[in-house]
Structures are given as structure tokens and as C-alpha cells.
């Protein structure tokens, strides 16, 4: 069996251009949109219109070059690095912690790095943790219908690393983590029963991280009613929708926005996609939510046709967390879910986050080449 699967590995196709392509164009679009949407914030800070897009592109460019080596660095060959990978991504999410070390933003503690260089160990997290569940998962396959033996230890896991997202604090992205790990796990075949409670089992602990900061207790009530407080907690939401629903069919038209006037709070960041739907309107909306569906179906497909367990568990987990965070970008601008500071893949301003987006696309397009045609 082992000697079919190398023999299966070793006729290396074409990687999924369709998957290639979609990113690429999601990436066209984001450059666009980042000039246009931080435009004037690049004036009033920097005195010049071309600091954050220069900025993007210098990261579109190192998460570009990331996505092209992975894409020809055979996934396989670094499995025996990825438990140096998940200690050290561990390591990270505690130095950033550290007072005098970790930086610190709008009063969350996220950042490691000097002045301007900076990134988000919680992006890195993403991508290791969900590397450690999936070749982990492959290789225990017989433990997976005991909770004690098969979940029991994947949940601690899941714990620490969520645990200390949380404490930055940094809500969306411990959910992100959690939903791209609840995938790998489904996937793998554990006991569905087991799932279920667990699912049941954290609705009180997410209550409860939800309620135990006054923010997010008011980002849920202004999702409920934002015009209850519209100059307070419910602004951004009806900034966004103002900005959504000027755009009508067709867009105002590129540069012509007037929400990224200081008045839509991250408008080149968390809340990208309202200044894409006031220029681009209806259809340009449309066109990203189309793309992603893309990402998703030629992601999945890749996990479903890839040769062996711990390439389907990986491609399918890195697909849903990309897909994920695009779905809770969207579904925060468009009032459909409460506020929370995840950045749409590709398109959104930023570093990290950018990069390891491009790194996920990159691992799957390379579990793409090996998949059954």
C-alpha cells in the first residue's frame, strides 16, 4: 500500500489553474480596492496616496512567492518538520503576550515585530494548527472512535492554542482556527456523536467569551438593533450598509466612495468589502462571492481527489478556513453576523494574514497536482 501511494505521488500533474486563477483575480481586485478604500487615510497619515498600496503590494509580492514554492515543494516533504512547526507557532501565541514584547493596537495585544515590520503569530497558528490535526489525525486513524483516546486529545489541543488567541483578545480568529479544526476532524471520521457534544458543550463557553468583554457585549447588541445606539456601537454596521446600498447595481465607480471619508471605521481592512460594494455595486459583489465559491468548490474537490489521507485532511481544512473568514468578513459588512476583526482573504489591506492565506492556496494547489483525474 505505501509503495502504491509513493509510486501514485511520483506522477505529478498541473497544479488546479481554475483555483490559481480565481486567487490571482481575488488578489487583482484587493490591489484595487486597498488603493482606492486607504487612499485617503494614506494622505492624512503619510502625506501621499501611495503608502498603503505600496505596502500591500510588497506583501501581495512575498505571499505571492510563498504561494509559487509551495505549489512545487511537494506537501509530504515537510510532514516530519510539522511538530517543530506547531511548538514554535505555540511559542509564538505566548511571547506575543508578553508585556513589553508583544505589540500592542486598539487594545489588543496581536503584533511581534519592530516599528513597521511587524506580523500576527495568531496567523501563523492557523496554518500549523491545522497541519498538526491533519497529520496527526491521518496516522491515529484507529483511535479516532474513543473520545478519551481519539477527540480527548485534539480538543486540549484545540484549547491552548484557541485559549491563547483569546486572550490578545481576538475572538474571530479563534473561531476561524476552530472552524478550519472542526473540518479536519469531520473529515477524518470522527464519531459524529462525539462532535455533537462537543458543539453543545461550547455554545455556554462561547457565551461566556462573548459576555465577559463589554465590547463584544456591545458589538452583539448593536447587531441586534444598531440604530439602538447609531453614533456608538451600532456605526460601523450602518456605515457598511449606507456604503452597500449607495452602490446599487452598477458602483459609484472606482475612487468615488464617500464612506472611506472617515466615515466607515477599516475601510481598507475589516470592513473592505462595503467600500467594493459602494464603487463596484451589486455585480462587483457578486463577482467576489462568486470567486470564493470557486476557491471553495476546486478546494474541496482537491481534498476529495487527493491520494492520501493526511493531503485530504489538510487541503479540505485549509480550504474552509480561507472560506470561513471570507464568510464572516462578509456576512460582519453585510449585518448578518456580529462585529468581529477577521480580514477578507486577498482582497483586505495586511501582512500576515495576506501571506498565510497565500500559503494555504499554495499547499493545496500542490495537493492539486497529485489529485486522481
Known amino acids: 500500500m505505501r509503495k502504491a501511494r509513493v509510486e501514485r505521488r511520483t506522477r505529478r500533474g498541473s497544479p488546479d489553474y481554475v483555483l490559481f486563477f480565481a486567487v490571482m483575480t481575488l488578489m487583482a481586485i484587493g490591489i484595487i480596492m486597498v488603493f482606492s478604500a486607504s487612499m485617503v487615510r494614506s494622505v492624512k497619515f503619510y502625506g501621499h496616496p501611495y503608502y498603503y498600496l505600496i505596502t500591500q503590494l510588497v506583501w501581495a509580492g512575498i505571499g505571492i512567492s510563498a504561494m509559487l514554492f509551495l505549489m512545487h515543494f511537494d506537501v509530504w516533504r515537510y510532514r516530519s518538520w510539522i511538530p517543530f512547526m506547531t511548538g514554535l507557532g505555540i511559542i509564538l501565541l505566548i511571547v506575543v503576550l508578553i508585556p513589553g514584547v508583544g505589540q ?127 453614533e456608538g456601537a451600532g456605526w460601523q454596521i450602518i456605515q457598511a450598509l449606507y456604503a452597500l446600498g449607495t452602490g446599487g447595481p452598477f458602483g459609484t465607480g472606482i475612487g468615488y466612495a464617500r464612506q472611506k471619508w472617515f466615515y466607515l471605521p477599516e475601510p481598507d481592512t475589516d470592513f473592505i468589502f462595503a467600500v467594493l460594494g459602494e464603487e463596484m455595486g451589486f455585480f462587483g459583489t457578486f463577482l467576489v462571492l462568486a470567486l470564493f465559491m470557486v476557491v471553495a468548490w476546486r478546494g474541496f474537490r482537491a481534498a476529495m481527489a487527493a491520494p492520501d489521507r493526511f493531503s485530504c485532511f489538510l487541503a479540505a481544512g485549509l480550504t474552509a478556513l480561507v472560506v470561513l473568514q471570507a464568510a464572516i468578513n462578509i456576512g460582519v459588512v453585510t449585518g448578518s453576523l456580529p462585529i468581529t476583526g477577521i480580514p477578507l482573504p486577498f482582497i483586505s489591506r495586511g501582512g500576515s494574514a495576506l501571506v498565510m492565506n497565500f500559503v494555504a492556496i499554495g499547499i493545496v494547489l500542490n495537493i492539486s497536482r497529485y489529485a486522481s483525474r
Open 104 to 230: 500592542v493596537r486598539n487594545d489588543a495585544r496581536r503584533w511581534l515585530g519592530y516599528r513597521r515590520f511587524v506580523f500576527q503569530p495568531a496567523e501563523i497558528a492557523k496554518v500549523t494548527t491545522l497541519l498538526f490535526l491533519s497529520d496527526s489525525l491521518a496516522r491515529r486513524r484507529d483511535k479516532l472512535g474513543s473520545f478519551v483516546k481519539g477527540l480527548g486529545p485534539y480538543l486540549l489541543f484545540l484549547g491552548l492554542t484557541c485559549g491563547l488567541v483569546l486572550l490578545e483578545p481576538d475572538l474571530g480568529t479563534a473561531v476561524a482556527i476552530a472552524g478550519g479544526a472542526a473540518v479536519v476532524i469531520f473529515v477524518a471520521g470522527v464519531n459524529w456523536l462525539h462532535l455533537l457534544a462537543v458543539a453543545a458543550a461550547s455554545v455556554p463557553a462561547l457565551v461566556w467569551a462573548v459576555f465577559s468583554e463589554e465590547y463584544r457585549r456591545k458589538r452583539l447588541l448593536a447587531f441586534l438593533d444598531p440604530w439602538a445606539d447609531p
